[in-house]
């Protein structure tokens, strides 16, 4: 009886180890919310696998949101969506990965991203003072990300602190995403430009990274536990080369204040919250910041890039069957902030005048993916 009840515990802790970090691979999807172009760099269905001493794990996770207001700082141009001269992001992606767990600490990630966006203006066409009713048209992209590849480790010993325990993970970026897309735009009812589409619906940055992670969770019982994860992107490159002209000649100002190209920009992301197992069922909820910021940490910060963040309050469910998880969360923007950018300080030093640029957010995402181990 007494063996029968230590199992019962044992099975119990095993499950909220494989729980207790409910979708920490959304950690790295930070994909872009809008014209903030926080991208994909690949998800890994990365829970506490305590007690699994090898084998495989197949992950997909889908993902969309749809961008279309627009602030500057904090405050929200509402006058935008009154005008009708809003930009409008569609993201689609769906992040494939494949888990190699050596032992009960080690384990590998390789992480694919596929991306489809649409993005709707009239600014980057007719232009917003335009009153023909073509004036309104569409660029679009789609192709495979930046893929990358990770190595993680359990701190502590998985057998011997299963109330609690911190993962580590360093990963390497590789720029397979098309960076340079072009599509066409349309200037006049007879006239087309073909040139590189904006920097939120890109497919890459163009940039050689290294990410770094901390995942960590504690079981207060079998069924209530919290998480945390830690995620950072390092873009040593400055820029990419990419004109931000959209196919036409690029302004004196963008050459002058250094936005005359794309940015290779940093991003990060950190996550809070809280578990609660019924069964198969586990609850979540918590908190989540993503963030790209106006300089990085290593190399330059020139270039042109919409630098902010979004603070969401994030629900979440998932369901466990013996090899399977279903997982979904669905982030609720609290607040969105397009800060200052690199290019706007030089800018407000040369002129005297204070300059922020804007940028598009969504009011929610729809995270839903499953998790398959081999």
Known sequence: MLKSTFERTKQYYLRIALLAIPLLSLQ??????????IRSTGAVCMKPQAG???????????????????????????ERLENHTEVINWQHTLDLSLVRTFNSRWSLSFN?????????????????GSKSPNARQQTHSFGIGDIRFAVYRWLLDPAKSRKGNIQAGLGLKLPTGDYQFQDYFVKNDSTRVLGPVDQSIQLGDGGTGFTTELNGYYNFSHRFSVYGSFYYLFNPREQNGVSTARGGAVSASAVQY????????DQYMVRLGANYVLQHLTLSGGGRMECVPAKDLIGGSGGF?????????????SYTFKK????????VALQRNRTQ?????????????????DAAFADYSINIGMSVRL
């Open 28 to 37: 790295e999807l930070a994909e872009a919310q809008g014209c903030v172009a």
């Open 52 to 78: 699994i001493e090898s084998g495989w794990q197949v992950n997909m996770i889908y993902r969309y949101f749809r961008s279309f207001r627009h602030f500057v700082g904090t405050e929200e141009q509402k």
């Open 112 to 128: 694919v991203p596929v991306l489809a966006n649409t993005r709707s203006s009239m600014y980057e066409h007719y232009g917003n």
């Open 258 to 265: 250094g936005t005359a190209v794309m940015s290779v920009p």
């Open 305 to 317: 890039r919409r630098p902010g963040y979004v603070i969401s309050v994030e629900p979440g469910l």
């Open 324 to 331: 399977l998880v279903f997982f979904s969360t669905v982030p």
């Open 341 to 357: 950018s690199y290019g706007d300080k030089l800018q407000t030093q040369a002129t005297g005048v204070y300059k922020q640029g």
